[in-house]
Structure formats: C-alpha cells, structure tokens
C-alpha cells in the first residue's frame, strides 16, 4: 500500500479534479493514473541518458572501430562496445535488455532515428 501526504492546496485541487473526471473510485483512479504518467516520464528518462551514453561511447570508439572492424556489424548498449560480428545475425543477441542499443555495420551511415511516437508498456 502506497501512502503519501499531499499539500493541502494539491490535495484539495486533485480530489476537485478527479471527481470531476471519474465517476467512482474518483481519487483511486486519478491517483494511479498519475503514477502511471510519471512512471512512463521516468522510463523515457532512463532511455535517453541510456542512448546519450551510447552516442557517446560510438563517437568515442569510430575511428578506433573503423580502422580495425570496417564493414563488420557492431552493437553498442549500456555505453560500451558489446561485441562485434560478420553478419547482423551474428550481433543482433547482443544486450537484448539494453532500454537503447545502437546496431550497425561499421563504416556505413548511421541512419537516422526515428521516433514513431509510441511506447509498448506491458502491465
């Protein structure tokens, strides 16, 4: 069971709101609706200081990796180089739990990201 004490302005807003929004349940629902927005705000964080700590360590390693593995696939997770193969299949295993991962071929253009705009969260 989650406890929290709210300023009484916060508080008295929130309830306000809530019962205005549901019609039982008001401040149960509002209440779990919130942490859920500041759970998915959370996990975007982690996400992107995870890919900045990726875009770093490639950055750091390019030149390194370009004299001695070009053409070759790479995976970049959790900052640092994971491994290096022959072929995507060879790689792709690598770091499956990584929140970002940067797949390659070594002396290719990085493509460029795209955000769909939507997240799989699993409850």
């Known amino acids: 069971m989650l406890t929290a004490e709210l300023p009484e302005s916060l508080q008295l807003q929130f309830e306000q709101t809530a019962q205005k929004l549901f019609d039982h349940d008001a401040v149960k629902r509002a209440t779990i609706e919130a942490v859920e927005s500041w759970l998915a705000k959370q996990r975007k964080r982690w996400i992107d200081l995870e890919a900045k700590a990726n875009d770093q360590a490639f950055e750091k390693l390019q030149a390194q990796l370009e004299k001695e593995h070009f053409g070759k696939w790479i995976v970049i997770a959790h900052g640092k180089l994971q491994g290096v193969g022959g072929s995507l299949a060879e ?33």
């Open 91 to 123: 790689v792709n295993h690598l770091a499956p739990n990584a929140q970002d991962r940067i797949v390659m071929q070594v002396g290719e253009r990085r493509p460029k990201e795209i955000d769909l705009g939507w997240q799989i969260g699993l409850n």
